[in-house]
């Protein structure tokens, strides 16, 4: 779709589980201890592939997606809007590829942040003291968000900027009303716009959930920072690049696997040279890449096997059936770094459920987490770094738009994850879960039992999972799995 990168939405799988394995060098942020009383912990983790937070928007609650990869605030709760301000337009926002969108009407209502009914009025003071009038979109029709309508997810703020056609539902209002209106604005726009002074920023942080670590709850805060993570002012201001794009893109410097630097050319001439550009988006669980750096990073996992079996399940958001079939408990030294700042991914996976070849038998098997961008990158990236990425660091967003900071956007991340601790909790979490997973077969079997040239009573499993067990045909299900995931680094 013209102007906007990129959101999220993927089918939420039955079953995540993620783990991360990293090391690290110094400048942890202490986990924070999840408790109720935790009045910073407005975000919600929907099984690690979504975060979600409560607004007030036009008198109704409502339960929504966070995503730094768009712009526009819709709701669709079930129950209807109680109050709707309709302003007889519409319009429609697309997500990703284009294919993902919801339709509805433009209203304009009061809108917080919800906090939680413990948190102090002055820890939000931006975002709750002085409530915004924003346009929104009350949903009439959508695709391919049943999934997040059906987790309870009901709309989706945008955190995005809505400049360079950002903004859809800003689009149609200018269209209407004047290049002048400014009413469409983002509902970030709108609350900075009350509050000249101050930078216009934002802080989030995403927890994890699913393994064993001291996990941080989510916060999302606008105009502050979370007290938990105030340092992260201290950290290298990574500029928007290029800017003025109008998105969270970042330049990474390299991208190391098992110590040796990728070869990973940009396809974008706002590159800087001998740099790649990356989108943040929490609208996207995962890490997408393109198919040739993708295949450098999982080659090297010994017994790693690249296929193009159809039958294999795709992991999320991949656009291509090049699935590399890795060894569940495979971890990949993978080193990021943004300036001065480096970040080493590894493993997660994931699990969902896909008819087995021959309807009998139940494998477990782990299958490359970073997917492929496809079209996804719409030549504005190189690659996104979704939730998993973003999990192991506290970023705060500035928009360059006002107060001390006004200048070009800038992202500063503070690590929240322990590397070492990650690794060796990586492996005791894998076993656990292979414990009482079916047998994992090596790679290249399981490839062969997928295309029929083993048959699946004759697969010899290299786990110590649960014994095979047998399923009459058109009930048994191969748990597939995403391996990866991340830990930063200074
Ligand atoms: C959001 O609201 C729902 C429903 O009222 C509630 O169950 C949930 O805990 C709230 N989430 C947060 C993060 O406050
Ligand atoms: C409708 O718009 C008016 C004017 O902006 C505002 O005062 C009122 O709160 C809005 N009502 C709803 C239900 O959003
Ligand atoms: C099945 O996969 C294996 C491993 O990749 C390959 O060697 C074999 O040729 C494939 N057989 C068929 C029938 O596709």
């Not at 690659?383 to 705060?396: E, I, K, M, P």
Request: aromatic residues 10%.
């Amino acid at each position: 779709m013209p102007g906007t990168v990129a959101s999220s939405l993927l089918l939420l799988s039955i079953l995540v589980f993620e783990s991360s394995a990293v090391q690290f060098d110094f400048k942890v942020a202490p986990p924070r201890v999840k408790t109720p009383s935790n009045s910073n912990n407005n975000l919600n983790n929907v099984f690690n592939v979504r975060y979600s937070t409560n607004i007030t928007i036009s008198g109704n609650v409502v339960t929504v997606l966070i995503d730094t990869g768009s712009t526009d605030l819709w709701v669709m709760p079930p129950q209807g809007l109680a109050n709707f301000n309709d302003t007889g337009l519409s319009t429609t926002v697309h997500y990703g590829d284009g294919s993902t969108f919801v339709e509805g009407e433009i209203g304009v209502g009061a809108f917080s942040l919800d906090g939680g009914v413990t948190v102090p009025y002055q820890v939000f003071k931006l975002s709750h003291s002085i409530p915004s009038h924003p346009a929104y979109l009350y949903g009439t029709s959508e695709a391919d968000f049943d999934s997040d309508l059906q987790q309870g997810l009901f709309g989706l703020l945008g955190l995005g900027f809505d400049v360079n056609g950002g903004s859809e539902i800003d689009i149609t209002v200018r269209n209407k009303e004047g290049a002048e209106a400014t009413w469409g604005q983002s509902v970030l726009s709108n609350i900075f716009a009350q509050n000249p002074d101050s930078s216009d920023f934002i802080g989030i942080a995403l927890s994890r959930s699913g393994d064993q670590e001291g996990t941080a709850d989510g916060s999302l805060t606008i105009g502050e920072y979370d007290p938990d993570y105030e340092g992260v002012q201290n950290s290298p201001k990574l500029l928007q690049t290029p800017a003025g794009s109008g998105v969270w893109g970042i330049a990474i410097d390299s991208f190391k696997v098992g110590g040796n630097q990728i070869t990973w050319p940009s396809t974008l001439a706002a590159a800087p040279a001998g740099k790649n550009i990356v989108l943040l988006d929490t609208g996207t669980p995962n890490l997408l890449m393109p198919q040739a750096q993708i295949n450098a990073i999982y080659s090297t996992i010994p017994g790693a096997v690249l296929t193009q079996d159809p039958n294999i399940p795709l992991g999320y958001f991949s656009e291509s059936h090049n699935v590399w079939v890795v060894p569940c408990t495979a971890q990949i030294n993978v080193v990021t770094t943004f300036a001065t700042i480096r970040f080493i991914p590894s493993t997660s996976q994931t699990y969902k459920p896909s008819p087995p070849p021959d309807g009998t038998h139940k494998f477990t098997y782990c299958s490359n987490a970073i997917t492929d961008i496809g079209l996804i990158g719409q030549g504005q990236t190189d690659a996104l770094f979704g939730d998993s990425f973003l999990r192991n660091v506290y970023t705060a967003f500035d928009f360059g738009t006002g107060g001390p900071t006004k200048g070009t956007p800038f992202v500063q991340m503070l690590s929240t994850t322990d590397a070492t601790k990650s690794a060796v909790d990586f492996l005791a979490v894998r076993t656990a879960v292979m414990k009482h997973a079916p047998p994992e077969l090596n790679p290249i079997d399981l490839i062969r039992v997928f295309n029929g040239s083993l048959k699946a009573a004759d697969a010899i499993p290299v786990s110590n999972g649960a014994p095979r067990m047998t399923f009459a045909p058109g009930i048994a299900v191969v748990l597939g799995g995403c391996l990866l995931s991340f830990g930063t680094l200074f």
